[in-house]
T-cell receptor
Framework: GQQLNQSPQSMFIQEGEDVSMNCTSS?????WLWYKQDPGEGPVLLIA?????ELTSNGRLTAQFGITRKDSFLNISASIPSDVGIYFC?????????????FGKGTLLTVNP | DTGVSQDPRHKITKRGQNVTFRCDPI?????LYWYRQTLGQGPEFLTY????????KSRLLSDRFSAERPKGSFSTLEIQRTEQGDSAMYLC????????????FGSGTRLTVV
């Protein structure tokens, strides 16, 4: 089945630093999504990417859909303590199974004030 | 409508007991999904409803699991004869017909089987 490799597994940074995390896949996806999950809560959608090469921003967050459609990255600029959480990438196909998301294992972000 | 609601938030049960979880999706969303998340992992797809029709079940969903969405609104997920391996966060999500905007997830039900 499809697998997503997300790296790094965890990051510990100082407030104000920039963060970068990425996701690679063994196969092509037509949509890439980035979610954030706080402890005890469900994932919340941060950014959705629909086209290869697309670069999209949402406030301090920027994400890109790789040209090969097999990878994506997420950058967070000027991190703040509330950025703490687990960040997940997810890939979505088109066609008959376009409802199903395949998630990475997540990147745990810790921000030291 | 404040989003996807799940009930209960936490459930502790003894091995062998049956449990049932409820999900209330966003009212205008006709697609509903169940995912399971274990510690240190991302959510994994379990099943999908289009209105009241269950259109796919993952092989993760053994015979002990059953999900329903009787009137195309709320959904229930029942686990019979629970096992310790069933301990996980069960997440419900909903979306419009075109899921291109991503799902909206609920806060999940944390199941602990002792």
């Amino acid at each position: 089945g499809q697998q997503l490799n997300q790296s790094p597994q965890s990051m510990f940074i100082q407030e104000g630093e920039d963060v970068s995390m990425n996701c690679t896949s063994s196969s092509i996806f037509n949509t890439w999504l980035w979610y954030k999950q706080d402890p005890g809560e469900g994932p919340v959608l941060l950014i959705a990417l629909y086209k290869a090469g697309e670069l999209t921003s949402n406030g301090r967050l920027t994400a890109q859909f790789g040209i090969t459609r097999k990878d994506s990255f997420l950058n967070i600029s000027a991190s703040i303590p509330s950025d703490v959480g687990i960040y997940f990438c997810a890939g979505q196909n088109s066609g008959g199974s376009n409802y199903k998301l395949t998630f990475g294992k997540g990147t745990l972000l810790t921000v030291n004030p | 409508d404040t989003g996807v609601s799940q009930d209960p938030r936490h459930k502790i049960t003894k091995r062998g007991q049956n449990v049932t979880f409820r999900c209330d999706p966003i009212s205008e969303h006709n697609r509903l999904y169940w995912y399971r998340q274990t510690l240190g992992q991302g959510p994994e797809f379990l099943t999908y409803f289009q209105n009241e029709a269950q259109l796919e079940k993952s092989r993760l969903l053994s015979d002990r699991f059953s999900a329903e969405r009787p009137k195309g609104s709320f959904s229930t997920l029942e686990i019979q004869r629970t096992e310790q391996g069933d301990s996980a966060m069960y997440l419900c999500a909903s979306s419009l017909d075109s899921p291109n905007y991503g799902y909206t997830f609920g806060s999940g039900t944390r199941l602990t089987v002792v």
